[in-house]
């Protein structure tokens, strides 16, 4: 059984600074996503990485996944208000594939 | 933007009834899934559906499930006697193809089974 460990389970920082939201695993992804999902909503996609050692940028946020395909990290510089919510990450063992396991869940909160 | 549309967004049923919970994926997209939250748990897979059949389905779609897709617009989950633990948001998600197309997911259906 694949497990994807998501840390910290609980962020809470400072409208402004910066934070790193990471995703483990023991076992290999052909490809790895990260979604936001707001209460009451389905997940959303942010990106998808794919090769290892690949960095994607979306504005404040910077995607990376590990040389191995185990792990994976979001950071966001500048932190805003707008950034709270829940960031899950989800591998998949095949790439296309989207039988998906899901992270345990990241609830970031900036404060204002 | 075009979205996945599931209804209802909440079911409330009694333990042994059967539930139908109904999705209109996005109309171009081929490939077709649900996934199920337990209320503070992980997003897990339930199953997939490409071309009119199952693809691949985890060890939680057991025989009390099953999937359709009845016409060109709707994909059904039907839960045939449903159990207490059976209670979750249902996701339905779709994609265009295969690779990287991005999955879309729908806002879910609360099932409440009492």
């Known amino acids: 059984t694949q497990l994807l460990e998501q840390s910290p389970q609980f962020l809470s920082i400072q409208e402004g600074e910066n934070l790193t939201v990471y995703c483990n695993s023991s076992?290999?992804?052909?490809?790895l996503q990260w979604y936001r999902q707001e209460p009451g909503e389905g997940p959303v996609l942010l990106v998808t990485?794919?090769?290892?050692?690949e960095v994607k940028k979306l504005k404040r946020l910077t995607f990376q996944f590990g040389d191995a395909r185990k792990d994976s990290s979001l950071h966001i510089t500048a932190a805003q208000t707008g950034d709270t919510g829940l960031y899950l990450c989800a591998g998949a063992s095949n790439f296309g594939n989207e039988k998906l396991t899901f992270g345990t869940g990241t609830r970031l909160t900036i404060i204002p | 933007e075009p979205e996945v549309t599931q209804t209802p967004s909440h079911q409330v049923t009694q333990m042994g009834q059967e539930v139908i919970l109904r999705c209109v994926p996005i109309s171009n997209h081929l490939y077709f899934y649900w996934y199920r939250q337990i209320l503070g748990q992980k997003v897990e897979f339930l199953v997939s559906f490409y071309n009119n059949e199952i693809s691949e389905k985890s060890e939680i779609f057991d025989d009390q499930f099953s999937v359709e897709r009845p016409d060109g617009s709707n994909f059904t989950l039907k839960i045939r006697s449903t159990k207490l633990e059976d209670s979750a948001m249902y996701f339905c998600?779709?994609?265009?193809?295969?690779?990287?197309?991005?999955?879309?997911f729908g806002n879910g259906t609360r099932l409440t089974v009492t």
């Open positions: 076992s290999v992804f052909s490809s």
């Open positions: 990485v794919v090769t290892g050692g």
């Open positions: 998600a779709s994609k265009r193809t295969g690779g990287e197309s991005p999955l879309h």
